[in-house]
């Protein structure tokens, strides 16, 4: 989860835009296998999305 929100995060500081797509998706289907598995996650790293 870390890692996904981290690669978000330096695309976004490095205006990386296919960087940031990737990543975007990469964190959307992380949020949503969470969800599918009932793992909980903390609102304000789901909403950083």
Known sequence: MRQAR?????????????????AEGEWEDLVRLA?????????DDEASA
Do not use: F, H, K, S
């Not at 981290?6 to 990737?22: C, S, W």
């Not at 969800?35 to 609102?43: A, E, F, L, S």
């Open 35 to 43: 969800r599918d598995n009932g793992v909980r996650i903390d609102p």
């Open 6 to 22: 981290t690669a978000l995060e330096v695309a976004r500081q490095n205006v990386d835009v296919e960087g940031l797509l990737i």
